[in-house]
């Protein structure tokens, strides 16, 4: 009875313990990172919409800038408006960019969305990993 009691135990903490261990790279982490700068076409961020988005329109054409949780967004009260200039940075997916941050100069506002290795932020916020 000891004996089952000190192995539930240990699982116990073992299972804890996940929560600790840094996430893995996301797939786009070897993608090539890019930057660019454009003005903000269309706003794609509702909820039940899917993944928030932006499109942006640069000398390149319009790319879709792929932004992350809509909580966390709302988190951070971003909130871009059509006809803003943007800069963004982050991992050219086939046609798409999965943002590592977007800057709007006008609106004095810039959000960190991954980290470095495209790891999202808000994966590492409350309840997830976190460096410290």
């Known amino acids: 009875m000891i004996f089952t009691r000190l192995v539930f135990i240990a699982g116990c903490h073992a299972v804890a313990g996940f929560g600790q261990m840094p996430p893995s790279q996301p797939p786009w982490a070897k993608s090539p990172k890019v930057e660019i700068k454009g003005t903000i076409e269309r706003v794609q961020i509702s909820q039940g919409q899917g993944m928030p988005y932006l499109e942006l329109k640069s000398e390149k054409g319009i790319q879709r800038v792929m932004l992350g949780s809509m909580r966390y967004l709302m988190e951070q009260n971003f909130n871009p408006k059509a006809g803003s200039i ?47």
Request: charged share 25%; no cysteine; net charge positive.
């Open 86 to 132: 943007a800069t963004v940075k982050g991992f050219l997916v086939n046609d798409s960019i999965i943002a590592q941050s977007v800057s709007i100069p006008a609106e004095k506002v810039t959000i960190q969305l991954r980290d470095e290795n495209g790891v999202p932020l808000w994966r590492m916020g409350r309840y997830g990993w976190k460096e410290k």
